[in-house]
């Protein structure tokens, strides 16, 4: 009896090779199974090394791995080495988390012809943060990619909006962001003390605003001088030295924790011992952290902004004007000093993590997209 062949033997995802989003998130799609009798390969570029934790879990897999390093700045021997690469492994489908892959994905395009995979794009970068740059290889992801995948209706909107009739409706779709539940799932405390632990989890970058967070956390400290407080920051980026230098002119070095990069079984261990999340940014698309906040029931604060007040809308938390010190800081203390308030946002986010995110329902909706070509 001949065993059937999967549509597509080989998979070749492209993700950065620093932290970010687009790691965590394919790491969920192939551990729910994501074309699981498909062969996958991922290639790691950018100008950071692959993460030591991106390249253990690959191993754990059992899954192929390569890295493409990228000089600061314009680098074309990248985009050709890139290009290579995907020549080299010869993918059935092509799976680009981002756009900056896109110049290479050109080039292999011409130099493979009529022989070029399926090449799917998940575009995950909120539309007012995107440069000149990002917008020109976003127009171009039009013309040479088979599916294009937004996060949120608001994003895929916004996109069109800006593109008019170089945008190509047909090659759009909208799948959000998932997470396995049952793993980010609230336990008992490890930690049972008076402490109240406040938290973020993400890259330190420019479109976060951790600035806004330390000052509000200050004011926090000062208008309870009952309780005692810590504010954990996890990540690794290139706002480090200015967000330690905050911490530092302030004084709040025995106040808060900075966690460095943790991976998934860190992220929910924090999570698991904090009171509330907040989440201060200039803008997302659509936040793993956020989504991560809901299934670990935690009430959230975060910025009124794109791509996370559609998330947290008036259910599930509070919301305060970006770099808005003092309306954060009263935000925390309304849910810290409302403990009711903070439970009814809890349990509604927990109950939206399961029922909007549910990560199996995600992996379905990205293989009947390729598989109806």
């Not at 074309?35 to 934790?53: D, I, Q, R, Y």
């Not at 021997?77 to 492994?89: G, I, T, W």
């Amino acid at each position: 009896m001949a065993v059937s062949q999967p549509k597509f033997k080989r998979i070749v995802h492209v993700i950065y090779s620093g932290l970010g989003g687009h790691g965590a998130m394919l790491f969920s799609l192939l551990g729910a199974g994501l074309f699981s009798s498909s062969s996958h390969h991922v290639v790691m570029a950018g100008v950071e090394p692959p993460l030591k934790n991106y390249t253990n879990q690959l191993e754990l897999m059992g899954l192929s791995w390569s890295y493409v390093k990228k000089r600061p700045g314009l680098d074309l021997n990248f985009y050709r080495r890139l290009s290579a690469d995907f020549v080299k492994y010869k993918p059935d489908i092509l799976f680009l988390n981002g756009l900056a892959a896109l110049p290479a994905v050109f080039g292999f395009c011409l130099r493979v012809g009529r022989r070029r995979p399926l090449i799917l794009l998940r575009e995950s970068q909120a539309g007012h943060l995107k440069t000149r740059q990002d917008w020109i290889l976003y127009v171009l992801s039009h013309f040479i990619v088979d599916h294009i995948v937004h996060l949120t209706a608001e994003a895929a909107n916004g996109a069109e909006m800006k593109l008019k009739r170089l945008y190509r409706n047909q090659k759009v779709t909208v799948i959000p962001n998932g997470l396995n539940t049952d793993f980010f799932k609230r336990e008992p405390r490890r930690t049972e003390d008076t402490i109240v632990r406040i938290g973020m989890v993400s890259r330190l970058q420019a479109n976060k605003d951790h600035i806004t967070l330390i000052k509000a956390f200050e004011k926090v400290q000062k208008s309870c001088s009952g309780k005692t407080f810590k504010l954990y920051i996890a990540g690794e980026g290139a706002t480090r030295s200015r967000i330690k230098e905050e911490i530092a002119t302030r004084r709040l070095q025995d106040s808060v924790v900075m966690c460095g990069m943790l991976d998934s079984s860190g992220v929910h261990d924090l999570m698991n011992e904090l009171h509330l999340y907040v989440h201060a940014s200039f803008g997302e698309t659509m936040s793993n952290s956020i989504m991560q906040a809901m299934a670990m029931q935690l009430p959230i604060v975060a910025s009124d902004v794109g791509g996370i007040k559609n998330m947290i809308g008036t259910q599930f938390g509070l919301l305060y004007k970006c770099r808005d010190v003092d309306m954060l800081a009263q935000q925390m203390l309304h849910i810290i000093n409302n403990p009711n308030i903070a439970d009814k946002y809890a349990a509604r986010a927990r109950h939206n993590a399961e029922t909007a995110y549910d990560l199996q329902e995600i992996v379905k909706k990205y293989e009947s997209l390729v598989n109806f070509d």
